[in-house]
């Protein structure tokens, strides 16, 4: 059957409750959306899915979300993109900013403090697993395991930061293209690809403009070292800098959030993973919460609860607003983005240091989970060995995952660990 588009107001609806629904990470998010779009509903075809999540790994930012965008600009053009990429997310920005209070203004009462260490067991967990899973997938080749050990042991002793591993592998990438075999039409290279490139780079900094806008504002009237403009400089950089998914960026994002600005510290860091595991949406909201707790701590002589929905607007602004300027602009030239094999080598390396940057990101909150003051958590380690074991026999979705260890926080709260 040929695949039809429904008409918007049906759209709208089916994204909403997607927004609602949408839990489990990009995997699981990815599957119900091919199995509502493709399978059920008919509304677009395997192929064009297919080349839509293939484009959507390439870019950096969060692959589900700019798939639900993709798709809603398939289907209904622009305004079909604001709602789709829109919707998929305002539901968990809602239910993060709850959470987000809740650990700021109670984090510190006993039973609600119990919950929170069980949070952090349940993450240790999920991070190990996502290691096990990433691996799989990029750990292919003796060259990618060495990769990946590279990774690790110059995030773990070195920490170097992600950044240099991202420039660093796109400049390699960049170093062998002599070696890529030459497209010819009509005799010759392809010359008009680097004129739809200028247009594409013009077309994107014309948007970025317009977006950044709000943060240049804020540079200009408050200050460039005042906390919004700090967290929306940092927090563009990242955005513009996630290939790999939320994971890889992760060490990246807490080593500077929490040694170098010291917006929050190691333990928050692991709640607010937590908490993003809990809600719907992308687990990239994490970094909302980040926004949230730099503006809580740092009020900056404002009141910390409109200080924290501030930091947390302009983190959540600067995470999205690049990916759908990227499907606006890609999208149009996707028939074609089999020409650049540089993209696809540098997407295969990275996805392989991704895998050490990860190792080296759970070896750093394991230890600050599992060992207290010198002293180890053996009731922890259990219960990060029960949560293993539940994932892999009875197949527990992250948010069973959370739940039962905010449950099991609550049962060794009493408990001389």
Known sequence: MEAKSPIFKEAIRFWLKLGFVSFGGPTAQIAMMHEEIVERRKWISEADFLSGLNFCMMLPGPEAQQ?????????HGVRGAFVAGGLFVIPAVFILWGFSWLYAQWG???????????????????VAMAIVRIGKKSIKSKG????AVGAFLGAFILQLNFLWWVVGLLFSSFLMKRQDPLKKEGGG??????????????????GFAICFSPILAIGLIQGWSSLGAQ?????TKVALLTFGGAYAILPYVSQEAVHHFHWLNTEQMIAGLGLAETTPGPLIMVLQFVGFMAGWLNPEGGSPLGMATFGALITTWVTFFPSFLFIFIGGPLL???DSFPVWERFLKWISAAVVGVIGAMAVGFASHVLMVSGEIQWIKIIGVFMALWGIKRWKWSPLVVVMGGAIFGWLISGWPF
């Open 189 to 206: 290279i392809d010359s008009q690809w680097r004129k739809i490139g200028m247009e594409a780079g013009l077309k994107f900094m014309g």
């Open 144 to 147: 990618a395991l060495g990769l």
């Open 335 to 337: 028939d074609r983005l």
């Open 67 to 75: 798939l639900a965008t993709y798709i809603g600009w398939r289907m």
């Open 108 to 126: 510190s009462v006993p039973f609600v403090a119990s919950l929170f260490q069980g949070l952090e067991v349940a993450v240790v967990a999920l």
């Open 231 to 235: 967290l929306g400089l940092f927090f």
